[in-house]
């Protein structure tokens, strides 16, 4: 059999081991054999002359150009013979057994937080492209790209988090679409190879599992209805419902007594709330699960999941900043938490993972450019002992200058020097820093200000995280590691910047989730403290009247769509 021998230079994805030759995180650029073969069939055929007409009648090097460049290498491989298309001896065309299985995983896209509508497209017309080759071979592809649109969305998410906001850099996961055509086309389970994308986060699949059951109160606990902050030894009617709520024994006295406060207080440490046992607004409603939630909710928090790494890692931090909270897991289970404090919304914590490289002990803070601009600057030019009343050093090209010595008047309007402050008690990054380089030139730290710690919004730093109790997370961040610890790390305590490097990198996540799974199953919300919620609902066409996903009252019968 004669070929023709194309040899095609074609982005490929690089290897990966979390999906069977299909997903991939990084990109890299393979020359890759494809081999031409003559069709053997007359649909092939057909097939062929509405790929070539595409292929040979675009402007080369143009967007159509290319895409069906790389439809005709890929279906020029396998004898152009069609994956979703078969012909009957008569001359009817239908959609194959693996087409069928599909087109029923797209009527249930609903059920994945996605929409039928995106998938079972007027493109996909059996009856319309009969005896047409231009027609047939659209239809063939078109169902191909739906395919990889089910794919891409199952597995990625349908929104770019960069179009919704710069601080939402989150690197979106690659599907190496070649390799999953080949899957599908060699598969006796098409079903199962596409399902084989869906996120495997526990988290995900409980919130897929609400939205299965949704009804209005997605699990809500008993609800505990606003009122007087209770305190010890203090009598209300809302006691039976508290009683009821927390799973302690009913008892006719309506007194707020010691059982009920262990177990508000138990209640509120699991949720990184102040331990006080008093029942305030926070804890009503944290008890009651936050604000209400919605359809919308759900699979805004969906699509979000999909943004993130396939694997998180068996050994990570995960910072929620919805949620306020720091969190270490080992093998999904969580192992240690604390509270921290964010960005203002002026200053937002960007949404990324990286990994922890380096441990900071009495670090430097090199003051951002923004703070100098707007709040050193100022003060320096009017005050020159400004910068060394704050335990502040000046520095013009690298070294260290004394401001005292600066002609301001000649500086003028400009200020061309760069302000660190010295490790010490008074740094504004307190004793320790964990860093994960990155373009944002945020980290973890510590912090001489722990008061804010107390309360229940905690959106104030300038970017980067302040932890609660460092030196605990350090200990409990440090469980794999054989040459450091908290001892050695407290031990270099003093007035000099000491850096140590850690064995093993560790995954840090910072995300944004405004629903949680709770230990009890139930799912708590968390306030929208940035609008990205808001902004991703928007953003799916969520708040568009009958936009939000459902499964489509059609079935699949003898290779088309009927009602």
Same mark, same amino acid.
């Given at each position: 059999?004669?070929?023709?021998?194309?040899?095609?230079?074609?982005?490929?994805?690089?290897?990966?081991?979390?999906?069977?030759?299909?997903?991939?995180?990084?990109?890299?650029? =393979?020359?890759?054999?494809?081999?031409?073969?003559? *069709?053997?069939?007359?649909?092939?055929?057909?097939?062929?002359?509405?790929?070539?007409?595409?292929?040979?009648?675009?402007?080369?090097? +143009?967007?159509?150009?290319?895409?069906?460049?790389?439809?005709?290498?890929?279906?020029?491989?396998?004898?152009?013979?069609?994956?979703?298309?078969?012909?009957?001896?008569?001359?009817?065309?239908?959609? +194959?057994?693996?087409?069928?299985?599909?087109?029923?995983?797209? =009527?249930?896209?609903?059920?994945?937080?996605?929409?039928?509508?995106?998938?079972?497209?007027?493109?996909?017309?059996?009856?319309?492209?009969?005896?047409?080759?231009?027609?047939?071979?659209?239809?063939?592809?078109?169902?191909?790209?739906?395919?990889?649109?089910?794919?891409?969305?199952?597995?990625?998410?349908?929104?770019?988090?960069?179009? @919704?906001?710069?601080?939402? &850099?989150?690197?979106?996961?690659?599907?190496?679409?070649?390799?999953?055509?080949?899957?599908?086309?060699?598969?006796?389970?098409?079903?199962?190879?596409?399902?084989?994308?869906?996120?495997?986060?526990?988290?995900?699949?409980?919130?897929?599992?609400?939205?299965?059951?949704?009804?209005?109160?997605?699990?809500?606990?008993?609800?505990?209805?606003?009122?007087?902050?209770?305190?010890?030894?203090? +009598?209300?009617?809302?006691?039976?419902?508290?009683?009821?709520?927390?799973?302690?024994?009913?008892?006719?006295?309506?007194?707020? &007594?010691?059982?009920?406060?262990?177990?508000?207080?138990?209640?509120?440490? +699991?949720?990184?709330?102040?331990?006080?046992?008093?029942?305030?607004?926070?804890?009503?409603?944290?008890?009651?699960?936050?604000?209400?939630?919605?359809?919308?909710?759900?699979?805004?928090?969906?699509?979000?999941?999909?943004?993130?790494?396939?694997?998180?890692?068996?050994?990570?931090?995960?910072?929620?900043?919805?949620?306020?909270?720091?969190?270490?897991?080992?093998?999904?289970?969580?192992?240690?938490?604390?509270?921290?404090?964010?960005?203002?919304?002026?200053?937002?914590?960007?949404?990324?993972?990286?990994?922890?490289?380096?441990?900071?002990?009495?670090?430097?803070?090199?003051? /951002?450019?923004?703070?100098?601009?707007?709040?050193?600057?100022?003060?320096?030019?009017?005050?020159?002992?400004?910068?060394?009343?704050?335990?502040?050093?000046?520095?013009?090209?690298?070294?260290?200058?004394?401001?005292?010595?600066?002609?301001?008047?000649?500086?003028?309007?400009?200020? *061309?020097?760069?302000?660190?402050?010295?490790?010490?008690?008074?740094?504004? @990054?307190?004793?320790?820093?964990?860093?994960?380089?990155?373009?944002?030139?945020?980290?973890?730290?510590?912090?001489?200000?722990?008061?804010?710690?107390?309360?229940?919004?905690?959106?104030?730093?300038?970017?980067?995280?302040?932890?609660?109790?460092?030196?605990?997370?350090?200990?409990?961040?440090?469980?794999?590691?054989?040459?450091?610890?908290?001892?050695?790390?407290?031990?270099?305590?003093?007035?000099?910047?000491?850096?140590?490097?850690?064995?093993?990198?560790?995954?840090?996540?910072?995300?944004?989730?405004?629903?949680?799974?709770?230990?009890?199953?139930?799912?708590?919300?968390?306030?929208?403290?940035?609008?990205?919620?808001?902004?991703?609902?928007?953003?799916?066409?969520?708040?568009?009247?009958?936009?939000?996903?459902?499964?489509? /009252?059609?079935?699949?019968? &003898?290779?088309?769509?009927?009602?």
């Amino acid at each position: 059999m004669n070929k023709l021998m194309v040899c095609l230079f074609a982005a490929l994805a690089g290897a990966s081991t979390a999906l069977p030759a299909l997903a991939q995180d990084a990109t890299t650029t =393979l020359p890759t054999r494809v081999v031409i073969a003559p *069709p053997q069939s007359e649909l092939a055929s057909t097939i062929k002359t509405g790929l070539a007409a595409a292929y040979y009648g675009a402007v080369k090097d +143009s967007t159509a150009y290319n895409e069906a460049q790389k439809l005709y290498f890929f279906y020029g491989e396998r004898h152009f013979e069609p994956l979703w298309l078969e012909q009957a001896a008569n001359g009817d065309v239908a959609f +194959s057994a693996s087409a069928q299985k599909i087109l029923k995983l797209f =009527l249930a896209a609903g059920s994945e937080g996605l929409r039928p509508s995106d998938y079972l497209t007027p493109d996909l017309d059996v009856a319309g492209a009969k005896g047409d080759p231009l027609k047939m071979a659209a239809l063939e592809t078109a169902f191909s790209g739906a395919a990889m649109r089910y794919a891409s969305n199952i597995y990625t998410g349908r929104i770019r988090p960069l179009s @919704l906001s710069e601080n939402l &850099d989150i690197e979106p996961k690659l599907l190496d679409q070649s390799a999953l055509m080949m899957q599908l086309a060699s598969s006796a389970d098409p079903v199962a190879v596409l399902q084989a994308l869906e996120p495997t986060h526990p988290e995900f699949l409980a919130l897929k599992a609400a939205l299965a059951n949704f009804d209005g109160s997605v699990d809500q606990p008993v609800h505990v209805a606003d009122g007087k902050t209770l305190k010890p030894g203090m +009598s209300d009617e809302r006691v039976p419902l508290l009683r009821e709520r927390l799973a302690l024994p009913a008892v006719a006295d309506t007194t707020y &007594d010691d059982a009920l406060i262990e177990a508000i207080k138990a209640f509120q440490g +699991s949720l990184g709330l102040t331990t006080d046992g008093i029942m305030g607004p926070a804890t009503v409603a944290a008890l009651n699960g936050g604000t209400a939630i919605t359809r919308n909710d759900i699979l805004a928090n969906m699509e979000r999941w999909r943004w993130m790494p396939r694997d998180l890692g068996a050994f990570n931090v995960f910072v929620n900043l919805p949620e306020y909270r720091l969190a270490i897991y080992r093998q999904g289970q969580e192992v240690y938490t604390t509270r921290v404090v964010i960005g203002a919304t002026a200053h937002q914590t960007p949404i990324f993972s990286n990994a922890i490289q380096h441990i900071v002990v009495n670090p430097y803070w090199n003051v /951002p450019a923004s703070i100098v601009r707007n709040e050193i600057a100022p003060k320096t030019r009017a005050n020159p002992g400004y910068i060394a009343g704050q335990n502040m050093e000046l520095l013009y090209g690298g070294k260290v200058v004394s401001a005292s010595s600066i002609d301001w008047s000649a500086v003028g309007n400009s200020f *061309p020097f760069s302000v660190r402050q010295r490790p010490g008690a008074g740094n504004a @990054l307190g004793q320790i820093k964990f860093l994960f380089p990155n373009k944002h030139d945020v980290y973890l730290h510590d912090t001489p200000s722990k008061s804010l710690f107390a309360r229940d919004y905690r959106a104030y730093s300038h970017g980067c995280v302040r932890v609660q109790n460092p030196m605990e997370f350090a200990d409990a961040l440090l469980a794999n590691e054989t040459t450091i610890s908290r001892a050695s790390l407290e031990a270099m305590f003093g007035t000099s910047e000491r850096w140590v490097n850690p064995e093993h990198q560790i995954p840090v996540h910072l995300a944004y989730f405004t629903l949680r799974v709770q230990p009890d199953g139930t799912i708590r919300s968390f306030g929208d403290v940035y609008g990205h919620n808001a902004k991703l609902i928007e953003a799916m066409g969520l708040n568009t009247p009958g936009a939000a996903p459902a499964a489509a /009252p059609v079935s699949v019968e &003898d290779g088309a769509l009927s009602p």
